[in-house]
């Protein structure tokens, strides 16, 4: 019996061993399996993800030629205000042209021209803008504007930090332009020249006088200070007569003269932003530009505007005369918002008369610039009200259609212009 079992032992291990390993290698060929099926499923997602922005892109380029104004949005990193009340993040990019909010009904999809994060840098930001100041030198009307709620970081993105660590647009702007004319300066002769505005309480003011200076003058004078009015030229290009336009002849001196308007701004504190901007910037450069070889004339403008946010009494805590401005914030940007409606939907009338702030725009909205609107949004479910509204109009304003067209004048005709403009300065002596 005992040799028997000896003998039936050793031809049952290695059937035994022999299974064992069958299963083994056929556990190894399904993993092998599996993890070609999970490579080949990456892959595929992958090729989506790609095509899927690709098709954007292009379909924004498309858009883009059609004279559709172009609108970038950004979101901005969550601020200690919102940390501390620990509220959820709402909004998440999906990619380069898409964002994600997580609205009360559910998850609601945007698309722009571009979406930069809360990580993205101001550099990265003008690499996408850079494109646009050579349209500024060829002769094109350019109009740069951020909207969105107080505190949404405009004024972060269109000026930058206090101590210019992180320059925003306007600066970024100023040194590109003569760059470019630095380049060309063989070819052409080049004169820049600006005026810098704000519209505050529904009153535009020249940003060049101060308010102390514009009061003693008053008083010297005992008459009236010099009035701003939006007009347009013939081309359809707005301008801002009775403001003081100075020269500048490099980066440097036309910083110094932004300096300068910015310290004459209105801003105070609120509980929403520790330095909140109280009225509409509007900064205005004109590039001149002679061919030096046929003597025809280009003349571009770049309108770079940060607009005061939007807010509400019981988030900003704005009383007396806070309370004012915020009213005709809010009246400024309902009417902006009415013009966009209109234009989006092609309305017959455009209401831009409603507001000195549409009736400064009225060349960027509908007219014949180059347009980029910037919305800047919170992340934070305390703020998803706001920037729910704000995506709306941004995407209202990406329907929008311009007819961009350069201004050129010819060798002879910019040549009358000249005479005239000399037979009206000795008229006037």
Not at 314 to 335: F, R, V
Not at 387 to 407: D, E, G, M
Request: aromatic share 6%; charged share 25%.
């Amino acid at each position: 019996m005992s040799e028997m079992e000896d003998i039936l032992r050793q031809e049952t291990l290695p059937k035994t061993q022999r299974s064992v390993k069958g299963v083994g290698q056929q556990l190894l060929l399904l993993q092998a399996q599996l993890k070609r099926e999970k490579e080949e499923r990456k892959k595929i997602i992958e090729n989506y993800t790609s095509e899927r922005a690709m098709r954007k892109k292009y379909y924004n380029m498309v858009e883009e030629m059609k004279g559709k104004i172009r609108v970038f949005c950004r979101i901005r990193p969550v601020n200690r205000s919102e940390a501390t009340q620990g509220g959820a993040i709402v909004v998440d990019k999906l990619d380069d042209y898409s964002i994600t909010v997580e609205a009360p009904r559910g998850p609601r999809e945007f698309q722009f021209d571009k979406v930069f994060s809360a990580r993205a840098s101001q550099e990265e930001l003008f690499q996408d803008v850079n494109r646009l100041m050579q349209s500024v030198i060829d002769g094109y009307n350019v109009c740069i504007f951020a909207y969105g709620q107080t505190g949404s970081g405009k004024t972060f993105t269109m000026v930058g930090d206090k101590d210019q660590k992180n320059p925003g647009i306007m600066p970024r702007s100023f040194n590109a332009i003569f760059d470019i004319m630095r380049e060309n300066s063989s070819k052409f002769d080049f004169k820049v020249s600006a005026y810098m505005l704000e519209l505050y309480n529904d009153r535009l003011q020249d940003l060049f006088v101060s308010q102390a200076g514009e009061a003693h003058s008053q008083t010297q004078s005992h008459g009236p200070t010099k009035r701003v009015e939006i007009k347009r030229n013939r081309k359809g290009v707005v301008f801002a007569q009775g403001a003081e336009t100075k020269e500048a002849s490099s980066a440097q001196e036309l910083y110094a003269l932004f300096q300068q308007a910015c310290a004459n701004r209105h801003i105070s504190a609120t509980r929403m932003n520790v330095e909140s901007s109280r009225s509409h910037l509007i900064v205005g450069i004109m590039v001149e530009s002679r061919n030096l070889t046929n003597g025809s004339v280009n003349t571009g403008k770049l309108s770079l505007v940060d607009l005061a946010g939007s807010e509400r009494a019981a988030k900003t805590g704005a009383k007396d005369h806070q309370l004012k401005e915020a009213n005709s914030i809010n009246k400024s940007l309902s009417a902006l918002g009415d013009v966009i409606s209109a234009l989006s939907a092609e309305l017959p009338h455009v209401p831009y008369r409603n507001s000195k702030l549409t009736q400064v725009m009225q060349d960027s909205l509908g007219g014949n610039a180059k347009t980029l609107m910037i919305v800047n949004i919170s992340p934070s479910e305390y703020n998803i009200d706001e920037t729910l509204t704000s995506l709306i109009y941004a995407t209202r304003v990406k329907a929008i259609t311009n007819n961009a067209q350069r201004n050129v004048d010819s060798k002879e005709i910019a040549q009358l212009k000249e005479v005239c403009a000399v037979a009206t300065c000795d008229a006037l002596i």
